[in-house]
């Protein structure tokens, strides 16, 4: 018997258009707010200032499992300044944090996929230009292994209070964390030194322990910034304690800033790691004062100091 095959490879056809996505893509127009398709999923990008007209500059969010919006500030580069000439920013949430959580697989949550997600953002920001990025705290680590992997789509680098290239150095930071933690318990700020980031209300709570000051008001994109707890558990078990990209880091050639608060509580040690692993690139620290994890604490020398970095 004959069977009319015609209906099957429609109906195949369909899924297989609906699957991949159909055809290739054009980037949303920048600048402004869109999605683009990496593996597993769809990226949520911002960007602010015409990345054809000007330098782009890249950030990657911390956590990991927040998302990208107590990076909204960083869109001040975008305006030129007597010290720096306008720069397009783009930020973007990473694979199952804040506006990207729908689609990506638990399995697909390692640093290769963060990697990629990143050049996919250059790619549809800036096409092959190269370009600035920044990372901050689990962000840097990820910007500096995208510097690594792909050192011709960066121009420089900055790594911004960045996780240490090393699961020893790591281990160290946890516990100058947790020491910090039992003083604030001790002193009142906080109920209790084992709060863990089970929930986005958790973390909240646990802000006033990254800062210099603990009764700093955090401004409200960082505030209200969104976390995934998932997110952060996946990708700190893809990453595994034990975890060592020294090697990785010490390819690096381009200009690297690393910024670090004078009271990061995660001690400066964690950042002196990462300077150490960068062997060749041209790595210049920068203390910045009264200030903790987040520079939104203390903005002002922050922000000179990137504008006179980004400006040679």
């Excluded at 030129?80 to 990506?104: I, K, M």
């Excluded at 281990?171 to 964390?177: Q, V």
């Excluded at 400066?268 to 604490?297: I, K, N, Y």
């Amino acid at each position: 018997m004959m069977v009319d095959m015609r209906g099957f490879v429609s109906l195949f056809a369909f899924f297989a258009f609906a699957c991949t996505g159909g055809p290739e893509e054009s980037p949303p127009d920048w600048p402004g707010e869109g999605t683009i398709a990496v593996s597993s999923g769809r990226l949520w990008v911002s960007v602010v200032g015409d990345p054809v007209a000007f330098d782009v500059l890249i950030a990657v969010h911390g956590g990991p499992g927040m998302s990208s919006g107590y990076l909204s500030d960083l869109d001040t580069l975008a305006a030129p300044s007597e010290a720096s000439p306008a720069l397009s920013v783009a930020r973007y949430d990473q694979r199952g944090c804040g506006d990207s959580s729908v689609g990506f697989d638990d399995a697909d949550q390692d640093m290769d996929a963060q990697v990629a997600d990143l050049l996919a953002v250059c790619d549809a920001v800036a096409g092959e230009r190269p370009v600035h990025v920044l990372g901050h705290s689990w962000g840097g680590l990820v910007a500096a292994m995208f510097a690594s992997e792909h050192p011709e789509r960066v121009r420089s680098l900055i790594l911004v209070s960045s996780m240490p290239a090393d699961g020893r150095a790591s281990i160290e930071a946890d516990g100058e964390m947790g020491r910090h933690l039992v003083d604030l318990e001790g002193r009142g700020v906080i109920p209790s030194a084992r709060i863990l980031p089970t929930s986005a209300k958790a973390f909240r709570s646990l802000l006033p322990v990254y800062f210099h000051d603990p009764k700093f008001e955090p401004p409200e994109a960082l505030r209200e910034t969104s976390f995934s707890p998932r997110a952060y558990g996946l990708a700190l078990r893809e990453l595994g304690r034990d975890y060592d990209v020294r090697d990785e880091v010490g390819e690096i050639r381009c200009p690297t800033l690393i910024v670090f608060g004078e009271s990061d509580p995660f001690g400066q040690a964690m950042g002196r790691s990462m300077q150490d692993a960068l062997t060749r690139s041209q790595v210049e620290w920068f203390d910045l004062p009264r200030c903790g994890h987040f520079w939104q604490e203390n903005p002002e020398p922050f922000y000179a100091r990137l504008r006179e970095f980004l400006a040679r």
